[in-house]
């Protein structure tokens, strides 16, 4: 029943099981990858019911690579990709590792930058979409500022804007079927990062020249990071019909990103997300974008990804068990009973309006009714426990 398999569409990016432990403080503790860990990997990851593999370009292609180094490398990872039975829904571009990115990519003050950002991400979507990716995924680690005096803040919207509108128009000129998720996040690796959350990205996807061919890729700790909550963003992400793509892991708030098994710190928010993805039918993949802790070796790798779907799995069953409780969902029915009729009255007409001009309200009786949100917390906080 917790078993992964390819229908559940679980997705790891490569950058994340092959993730080698380094951090600010200390060296790796995993070998780095190469190509042939990639293929491995992607048989292991098959093996443990995974679906497919993200990329960024140069997790697979090194940057310095030649044309020829890319097509030998690339057509060996995709026919071993091909065994394994492994597909790539998602690619990206790395626009935030090499010295060029410090002061921004797509953003950056410096027409040079911008100029090679846009070169870099052409070619990215060639490589995305030569490994059949359908979402290509945006994430500005270093488009952002320390110091504001550097950038004039209105401008670097702009640019950002543009470079979008840029790249929406080389899609569309060679026919590619292959559409944008933005990625938010408030800081980290930059002080502060443009179009911090989702909620700013979704307002700025809607000033771009083709709004529909771009959503977003919402991740758990980066809203965390921002102190919101991650399943209120996905849910206004669901209704603008914008979420494309998603980003699970998990995330203590007030820390660095930490990039967390899926489940394993906020269990009422996996459970409250899992239960928003599944009860609203998101096809997309489910992306993990996290990695093991610095304590293991490659051996830990392949338990944290498959501790990552598994705990999917789990709070996909304490949905369904939600979902069904009689009581739980007597609870939440009697949260919006309307025996007045009053939903009726709710859009607007001549009567309507004259209707509700005039009724009469007993606010304090209302205010005075206990909504029973305690049960109905404890109930849910049962399920997700595993004794309801
Ligand atoms: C991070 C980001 C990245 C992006 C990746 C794909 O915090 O480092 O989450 O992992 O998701 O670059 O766009
Ligand atoms: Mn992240
Ligand atoms: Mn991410």
């Not at 500022?145 to 919207?157: F, H, P, R, T, W």
């Not at 009053?342 to 606010?363: G, K």
């Amino acid at each position: 029943m917790y078993t992964p398999r390819p229908e559940d569409r679980f997705t790891f990016g490569m950058w994340t099981y092959s993730n080698p432990g380094r951090d600010p403080f200390g060296d790796p503790v995993r070998p780095l990858p190469d190509v042939d860990f990639h293929i491995q990997a992607a048989h292991k990851l098959a093996s443990l019911g995974a679906y497919g593999v993200n990329l960024h370009d140069n997790d697979l292609v090194p940057i310095d690579a030649t044309p020829a180094q890319r097509d030998a490398i690339v057509q060996r990872y995709r026919a071993g990709l091909a065994d394994a039975g492994m597909v790539v829904p998602m690619a990206t571009t790395n626009l935030f590792s090499h010295p060029v990115f410090k002061d921004g990519a797509f953003t950056a003050a410096d027409p040079r930058v911008r100029a090679f950002a846009l070169q870099k991400a052409m070619l990215g979507i060639d490589l995305g979409v030569a490994l059949g990716a359908e979402t290509y995924v945006f994430w500005g680690g270093r488009e952002g500022a320390e110091v504001d005096a550097g950038k004039d803040l209105v401008d670097s919207v702009k640019r950002y804007r543009d470079a979008f509108n840029f790249l929406i128009a080389y899609v569309k000129d060679l026919g590619y079927r292959v559409r944008f998720a933005l990625e938010a996040k408030p800081n980290e690796p930059r002080g502060h990062i443009f179009l911090p959350t989702t909620g700013a990205m979704l307002g700025f996807i809607q000033t771009l020249d083709d709004p529909d061919m771009v959503g977003v890729n919402p991740e758990v700790a980066h809203e965390t990071m921002a102190g919101l909550n991650f399943p209120h963003a996905v849910a206004q992400a669901i209704d603008a019909g914008k979420l494309f793509h998603i980003d699970l892991n998990d995330q203590e708030s007030g820390r660095f990103d930490q990039d967390l098994r899926f489940g394993s710190v906020n269990l009422k928010m996996a459970f409250f997300l899992v239960k928003l993805l599944e009860d609203e039918g998101y096809s997309g993949p489910r992306h993990f974008d996290a990695h093991a802790y610095r304590t293991e070796d490659r051996n830990g790798v392949w338990d944290f990804c498959a501790g990552c779907m598994r705990s999917y799995l789990i709070f996909k069953d304490k949905v369904a068990r939600f979902n069904a409780d009689a009581e739980i969902q007597a609870l939440i029915a009697a949260l919006g009973a309307d025996p007045e009729g009053l939903n009726a009255l709710s859009a607007y007409s001549p009567a309507n309006r004259n209707a509700l001009r005039s009724r009469v309200f007993d606010i304090e009786a209302i205010g005075a009714e206990g909504r029973g949100l305690e049960r109905l917390d404890q109930l849910t906080v049962e399920v997700i426990l595993g004794v309801r």
